[in-house]
């Protein structure tokens, strides 16, 4: 039996199978199974409050996770998918509680990597997959940070090389008010407005929904204590720590020297943003006394994205 074939007869059979995506590698469940979807709050240590990204092969199978679709949805569907873009809608009864929070709304994507599409057609119905880490810690976006983390008997693990986008997708409230942008990723809100024809607002506050987790300040992060600054030169302030990683900035390195580390960085903002998780794992894996990130100035929604997420891995605890 194939790797894919084998995957989806654990996910029958209500196991969890880490799957890559574009975005990050999730951890997957069938959306059916109430008992699976449990599984997966408890192996990631995620709280109950915190609702679950659907994953579908196809429009249809998206549209058939909600309640109501609307002519807005779709454009944004056909415009976006598959792709790092997330859709709230309200929910289909069908779609069990436990997925959605107790929330009446659901999140649907439909990814874009070949293996997690492969997957959900092999299953033949939608599967939910957030991150494949524990719960706050940095997103998993290769097959290394994924292994390790879960026991073979836990999770079986498919293997799709590095995630090719790196971060998160943009989440986005569809009502009938209006559109929100909940969680911002590599597309960003003029993208949306775009295909829309309308404005969209931005940040999750008052939007009516669940609040996104990545509305929690503290998300994304390393062990170690992780603090921003805004130009290479204010990094010196931390070379009295006993050791130090800092990560960019963009287009190169600081010069630290030992006992501290450097991490270059991309200049490009998709490839900085691949890489961002595992610079942040790697730095974390030298179990430094601090990480140090030099915030990247970009313009653009892939630099928005990241600096939210940077801010997310520095904010207190
Ligand atoms: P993760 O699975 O770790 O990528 O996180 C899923 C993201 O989708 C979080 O930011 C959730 O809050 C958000 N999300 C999922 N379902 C909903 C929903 N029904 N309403 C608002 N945000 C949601
Ligand atoms: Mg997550």
Not at 59 to 69: D, K
Not at 258 to 266: E, L
Not at 284 to 313: H, K, N, Q, Y
Request: charged share 20%.
């Amino acid at each position: 039996m194939d790797a894919i074939a084998h995957a989806a007869a654990h996910l029958r059979a209500g196991g969890l199978v880490a799957m890559p995506t574009e975005t990050v590698y999730g951890l997957a469940a069938l959306v059916r199974d109430a008992g699976a979807v449990e599984r997966v709050f408890a192996a990631k240590g995620r709280p109950s409050t915190n609702p679950l990204i659907v994953h579908a092969s196809s429009l249809e199978m998206a549209r058939g996770c909600c309640a109501t679709w609307t002519a807005e949805a779709d454009a944004l569907a056909r415009a976006f998918w598959p792709g790092p873009v997330t859709l709230v809608l309200p929910k289909a009864d069908w779609v069990p509680d436990v997925v959605t929070a107790g929330g009446r709304t659901v999140a649907v994507r439909v990814p874009r990597h070949p293996v997690a599409l492969a997957l959900i057609e092999a299953v033949g119905e939608p599967l939910v997959a957030p991150s494949a880490n524990k719960s706050g810690y940095v997103s998993p976006t290769t097959v290394e940070h994924v292994r390790g983390v879960w026991s073979e008997a836990q999770v079986f693990v498919l293997d799709g090389g590095a995630c090719e986008v790196g971060l998160e997708s943009t989440v986005v409230a569809v009502g009938h008010d209006g559109l929100r942008v909940l969680r911002p990723g590599v597309i960003g809100p003029e993208e949306i407005e775009r295909v829309a024809g309308r404005p969209v607002q931005e940040g999750g506050e008052g939007a009516g929904v669940a609040a996104s987790p990545g509305l929690i300040g503290a998300h994304y992060q390393p062990q170690a204590r992780v603090v921003l600054v805004e130009r290479p030169e204010d990094g010196r302030a931390y070379l009295g720590e006993s050791k130090a990683v800092f990560i960019g900035p963009p287009g190169g390195g600081v010069d630290a020297g030992a006992p501290h580390v450097a991490i270059a960085m991309a200049g490009d903002a998709a490839e900085y943003a691949r890489n961002l998780y595992d610079a942040l794992r790697q730095a974390d894996a030298m179990e430094p006394s601090v990480i140090v990130v030099c915030v990247p100035e970009g313009v653009g929604p892939t630099w928005d994205a990241v600096r939210e997420r940077l801010g997310r891995a520095a904010a207190s605890r």
